[in-house]
Nanobody, 119 residues
Framework: QVQVVESGGGLVQPGGSLKLSCAGP????????MGWYRQAPGKEREFVAN???????TYSDSVKGRFTISRDNTKRTVALEMNRLKPEDTAVYYC?????????????WGQGTQVTVSS
């Protein structure tokens, strides 16, 4: 019912750039913290970045200064601009919609899009 769909993955050379896009929940979009996570082969899913409905952002140390997350509450979309990509950025990237209700949070995930950084 709560749909999250990401796109934009692909193959890019080290040092290159790529933009991922995500279509978030169709209603109450501004109530969700939208974020990006990634999972590389043999590793657990890790946090990349997120952005609140009001535009406050948080980045993991590994991507800070290279990636930029943004959202458009009218279009109900979130984007991740990835610059100066490194081979270690190779992973499946997942869009996340998180809603906090009282002391709980609820996560909704996209299907993932593959990002491969290789020469």
């Amino acid at each position: 019912q709560v749909q999250v769909v990401e796109s934009g993955g692909g193959l890019v050379q080290p040092g290159g750039s790529l933009k991922l896009s995500c279509a978030g929940p169709g209603i109450f979009f501004d109530r969700y913290i939208m974020g990006w996570y990634r999972q590389a082969p043999g590793k657990e899913r890790e946090f990349v970045a997120n952005i609140t409905g009001g535009g406050s952002t948080t980045y993991s140390d590994s991507v800070k200064g290279r990636f930029t997350i943004s959202r458009d509450n009218t279009k109900r979309t979130v984007a991740l601009e990835m610059n100066r990509l490194k081979p270690e950025d190779t992973a499946v990237y997942y869009c996340n919609a998180r809603r906090h209700i009282m002391d709980n949070h609820y996560d909704y995930w996209g299907q993932g899009t593959q990002v491969t950084v290789s020469s």
